[in-house]
């Protein structure tokens, strides 16, 4: 297996959004990178995806946001429903309000529009070089490089950065304690006509309504010309490393017949449902062993009730550039301290999102309770509460 000459590179393994993330964020910082994608193509399917302010700054840092506005919704809030009843419990603030608070747009977008603004950001920089068709595998460290080896070669470089997602080949070559656990629940997704909502649920907003069994959300993407719909079930099937399974409705409709009509009507409008089952991932007791690290789903994996995943894995990439910039000198140290920084904030966004999907499926009194508080809740006292997710600023960090 012929291995090139060490040219001092960056390898990272994936080229999903937290790959790319990556490789843009260090290549604004003269580091020279090899992204190596296992499929021949880059993947494009996927749900929407919600960006809040702590994502599109970055974004707008890289010269992505440009490329991106585009094809985005600039959200207007976000309503929040009783799927049993089609009462509408609050709205938080999002649009002018929510930017003027935090500095940057809230946006609604399509995972395949984020993955092409950033794969565009990516071939617009010499020190990038793309690989497709070869899947990272393995990989031998000595004391002065990095061995990987994929399904095709054998690349040599500084560092290795696996952002290979939930179903990381990697993950178990840093941590081998580490094991992803379904969580009895499904994702399912599909593109409806912004036309088959009721006519006071149309415009820039998202909807998140709840039941007891169930949620759905819904938004629009692709500049407004379609509407993405997430309904999460609770549910045993589960299948491994697969994000975009087949699925047949006459599963989820019954899920919905005990909802109000207006809501359950949304459900009825979609037609090409995508499934996934979701997994949690408890967090590593290590996310880097000498010049190979983990970020993104390959670190922390989080259940989608707080919109956050993929924003994450932005975070990732603009706090290890600042790491690798301060120790450019030493690899090993850079990635212990981009490791300490990030563990508390991943942590906590893994017991909140986890936390919020017991809320959202919350039954008999404890649902009567949350729609009371929800009710009675001022429009600023539901936005302050996540000054913590949106106020982050990665572009800062670190300090001094």
């Given amino acids: ?133 070869a899947e990272v595998t393995d990989f031998d460290q000595f004391e002065e490089e990095i061995v990987v080896k994929t399904s095709k070669s054998a690349m040599r470089g500084r560092a290795l950065i696996a952002a290979d997602g939930i179903w990381s080949n990697l993950r178990s070559k840093i941590d081998q304690n580490a094991q992803a656990a379904f969580t009895s629940k499904t994702a399912w997704r599909t593109l409806i006509d912004p036309a088959a909502l009721p006519d006071e649920l149309q415009g820039p907003w998202t909807g998140l309504w709840m039941a007891g069994n169930a949620h759905l959300v819904h938004y629009p993407v692709q500049a407004g010309k379609a509407v993405n719909l997430v309904a999460v079930i609770e549910e045993r099937w589960f299948a491994r490393k697969s994000w975009s399974e087949e699925a047949d409705p006459a599963t989820l409709l019954p899920v919905f017949e005990r909802w109000h009509p207006r809501v359950a009507d949304i459900v009825a409008a979609g037609k090409d449902w995508r499934k996934w089952s979701l997994y949690d991932l408890p967090p590593l007791q290590r996310a880097t062993r000498g010049t190979a690290l983990l970020i993104g789903d390959a670190a922390h994996p989080i259940q989608p009730f707080l919109a956050q995943g993929g924003v994450l894995a932005i975070e990732d990439a603009a706090v290890l550039a600042r790491m690798l910039t301060r120790y450019r000198d030493d690899t090993r140290e850079a990635f212990i301290r981009f490791e300490n920084e990030r563990i508390a904030r991943t942590a906590r966004m893994r017991y909140e999102s986890r936390r919020m999907g017991n809320i959202y499926h919350m039954r008999g009194l404890s649902r009567r309770a949350r729609n009371f508080a929800l009710r009675r809740r001022s429009a600023e006292a539901l936005l302050s509460r996540f000054d913590w997710i949106y106020g982050f600023d990665a572009l800062a960090f670190p300090k001094g």
Avoid at 31 to 47: I, M, S, W, Y
Avoid at 86 to 98: F, R, S, T
Wanted: glycine content about 14%; proline content about 4%; hydrophobic content about 45%.
């Fill in 1 to 133: 297996m012929a291995t090139p000459r060490n040219n001092g590179s960056i390898i990272i393994a994936g080229g999903g959004i937290a790959g790319l993330s990556a490789a843009i964020a260090l290549a604004r910082e003269n580091e020279t990178v090899r992204l190596v994608e296992r499929g021949e193509t880059f993947p494009v399917d996927g749900a929407g995806i919600q960006l809040g302010a702590n994502a599109t700054r970055i974004l707008r840092e890289w010269g992505v946001l440009d490329r991106l506005l585009t094809q985005a919704v600039r959200a207007e809030g976000i309503g929040i429903g009783d799927g049993l009843t089609g009462e509408a419990l609050a709205q938080v603030p999002l649009g002018d309000y929510a930017e003027q608070r935090f500095g940057a747009p809230y946006l609604l977008v399509h995972r395949a529009d984020l993955h092409n603004a950033l794969l565009d950001a990516a071939t617009t920089y010499p020190a990038i070089q793309i690989t497709t068709g």
